[in-house]
């Protein structure tokens, strides 16, 4: 396996259980003897933490949550996705850009122009090239189920607390998202059980060589 850095993100709405399945990935990749890079968006840094608070706590009207995010990306980028891929680690992050587009772009209705324009300024690396993800797991999920599972589990936030037609939306534009960088995007059924989902991100990551067989999936059920 190659001990370059690899920048993997995670998306899909509330509720589609990803974080389960990055913790165990992050034991796979560790358990190869890579050093893993665990983190999230948006946050990952102080700064990008506290920005969080308010982007999920305080009202504001869609380009003001666009601009903090995006201010907390290039934090986040600079701070800690960008040295620990110089460092050759693998950075697992639990959502990056494209929820950015799926939710203030297709859930707010906010103008994609604008934030394909942000994407470029923040993410430009050294080099002129546009920082992105190797790899993309989309974990997509009916928002009904997603909202079954969420219901009681904790106190909603702000975008947890929008109705099931906002993230009918938003599953709408990472759909868009996935058509337009089909190599980038893996999907996953994220509907049925655990170990199901496992299985299904473990051969994910055995097609790319990433990952021995059925090496993300152990502990997932």
Known sequence: MTASGLFISFEGIDGAGKSTHIDHLAQAFRALGRIVCLTREPGGTALAEALRELVLHRSM?????ALLIFAGRRDHLQQVIEPALARGEVV???????????????????????????ESWVQRTGDATLREPDLTVWFDLPPAVAAARLAGARVPDRFESQPEAFFTRVAGGYAARAAAA???FARVDAGGDRENVARQVSAIFAARGWLPPGAAGEGAT
């Not at 009207?61 to 949550?65: A, R, Y």
């Not at 639990?94 to 103008?111: I, M, N």
């Open 61 to 65: 009207d869609p380009l003001t949550e």
């Open 92 to 118: 697992l992050c639990d959502r990056f850009t494209d929820a950015s587009f799926a939710y203030q772009g297709a859930g707010r209705g906010f103008d994609l122009q604008v934030l394909g324009t942000l």
């Open 182 to 184: 089909p190599r980038r």
